[in-house]
Structures are given as C-alpha cells and as structure tokens.
C-alpha cells in the first residue's frame, strides 16, 4: 500500500511556436490553495512602437519635423517557460524563441525546467479533484483553504502551509470515494511539523469505521505529554512512544482489515486492533484536522489519501 501563444506558426527545433509577430497568450497551472485549476494569463504583447510626433516647423523655411521613436531592444534568452510540454527561451519581450529542452515521457515543465513525474500509487482517489502537483491531494495553500470547511477557529495559510492554532477543527468538503477495489483498506499519509518542536505534545489520530456511513480519520493534535502517538478505533485507543516527533515529518496510519496500524517516515512503528469494524463496503472516507475543544499547535503540508496495494 502506498499514498500536474498564437495564430502564425513556424517550425523550429522540431516544435511549432509561434511568430513574434502576435501578441502572445501563455496557459499557466495555477495553483488555488491545492486546487489544480487552469488559469490563462495574458503575456505582454509584441511591443509595436511607432514613430514619434513630427516636430512644429520653425518659422520660415527652417522648421524641421521631429525624429521617429526608436523600437525598444528585446533581449534574446531573458528566461524560461513551458510551451507544449517542453522548456523554451523567451527573450525580455515575452517572446518565445528557440527550444530549450525537450522534456521525455516520464518528465513534465515546471517552471521553465523538465521535472520528474510522481509515480504515482495504484488506486489513488483524490479528493474533489484538488492535486497541487503529482499525487497529493495538495500541496501549497496559497490564497484559501481549497479542501477543507472550518468548523471552529480561525485556521490560517502561512508559506503555502495549513497552520492549525487553537481550538480549530476542520473538515473534508466533500468525502473521498473509496473504489470497491480497494476491499474496504485505505491510507492517510500526513506531512506535518509541530509548531513548537522543543515542546512537541502529542498526536491523536483516530479512525471510525464502526458504520460505512461514517468511516472517517480524524488528525489531532494534544498537549500534557511529549512524543507520544496515540492510536484511537471506534472509542478504544492506546498510546505509542516515545517517537521523535520535532523530526519526524511524515506520519501514515492504514487501515488494514481490522487493523490500523501506523507508519512513520515509511517505517512500521505501531499497531491497534479495531474491534465493531464494519462488515460491509466503505465507498467513502471523511477526514477531519484538529479539536473544537482541545487547543492544537501543528502545520500541515500535505495530506495524501491511498488505496489499495
């Protein structure tokens, strides 16, 4: 189991761009708050300057006219962009040039540069269609919290993280639907830092599946004692520790038949037995972050959804 300018064409360096000539449009994959969204922003068109006022003739047969504006200078290979999957130059004008690099199939543009693919898990669901980049549900926050209604608290969005202070509590918009073929198992992966990483606390994290109407995870944070992970099904919990949790940044729990068993950094570190664990098909998953009641003090960076081997 495991856990994304434009009617002439020329042809040059084996891929079609565009003349200079026109204005140029680039799509960009904007990314609102994990949300991959397409958003197409306007380039800067081809500069067309003409030439300047002819000056006012003197008096007499003197006057003369004034002298036409000069063409700006656009310098050549100013940056980088993707075009059509590769990385091209673009000079200071916005204007595409000569290819940059060729990305293979199992690369994608980013920024201007081929980078690799995720290998992505099989099965993976993810969440109302929000993917920031590969195989997350998100990734960057940026200007909203895409996924997720807030029950309580004021949660907030700070370096492109999910920073949970206080009595907040979260929920999944929408649920994550579960293919049959996952016989009833999924993953939650969690990219998390304490906000106090010499006085860590603990976490909770707790599973319902008693129901298929209510299966769900719910990710807490807990004060009282340090480095501790608490493991929690259907109202039964046990504690596990120490764990070095200011260094620890990927946690993992997986429902596996009646067990749930957590993993941290991709190691095997605990294991709790559910008991009252439903018979029949899970076809969705609630996931919920934080405590109406309990005070949390932790930030999230990704949340990735699973299923099957």
């Known amino acids: 189991m495991k856990a994304m300018k434009l009617e002439t064409i020329v042809q040059q360096s084996g891929k079609p761009i565009l003349s200079a000539i026109l ?13 991959s969204a397409v958003t197409f922003m306007e380039g800067n068109p081809t500069p067309q300057n003409e030439g300047g006022n002819g000056g006012n003739g003197g008096s007499g047969t003197g006057g003369q006219g004034g002298n036409g504006g000069e063409a700006p200078q656009c310098t050549p290979h100013a940056k980088l962009d993707c075009f059509q999957g590769d990385a091209y130059w673009n000079n200071s004008c916005n204007q595409l040039e000569d290819l940059f690099q060729h990305c293979t199939a199992a690369q994608k543009c980013e ?17 109302a269609d929000c993917q920031e980049q590969g195989c997350q549900l998100y990734d960057a926050f940026k200007n909203d919290i895409c996924l997720w209604d807030v029950i309580t608290g004021i949660p907030s969005v700070m370096n492109e993280k999910l920073a949970v202070t206080g009595t907040n509590l979260l929920e999944l918009k929408n ?135």
């Open 175 to 309: 649920k994550v639907n579960v293919p049959a073929n996952c016989n009833n198992d999924f993953a939650v992966k969690y990219t998390v830092q304490t906000n106090t990483p010499d006085v860590p606390g603990s976490y909770m994290i707790s599973l319902r599946d008693a129901s298929p109407d209510s299966t769900g995870i719910t990710f807490t944070h807990m004060y009282g004692q340090n480095n501790k992970i608490i493991l929690q099904c259907n109202g039964f919990q046990e504690t596990f520790g120490d764990f070095d949790l200011k260094n620890i940044k990927n946690i993992e729990v997986r429902k596996e038949g009646a067990l749930f068993n957590l993993y941290l950094e991709n190691k095997p570190s605990a294991s709790l037995t559910c008991t009252n664990v439903t018979p029949f098909p899970i076809n969705k998953v609630d996931l919920q972050l934080g405590s109406a009641v309990f005070s949390q003090n932790f930030t999230l960076d990704d949340v990735t959804f699973y299923c099957g081997q």
């Open 111 to 127: 920024n201007g540069a081929c980078v690799d693919k995720y290998n992505c898990p099989k099965n993976i669901d993810l969440v």
């Open 23 to 35: 204005p140029i449009f680039t799509a960009a994959l904007a990314y609102n708050a994990g949300c």
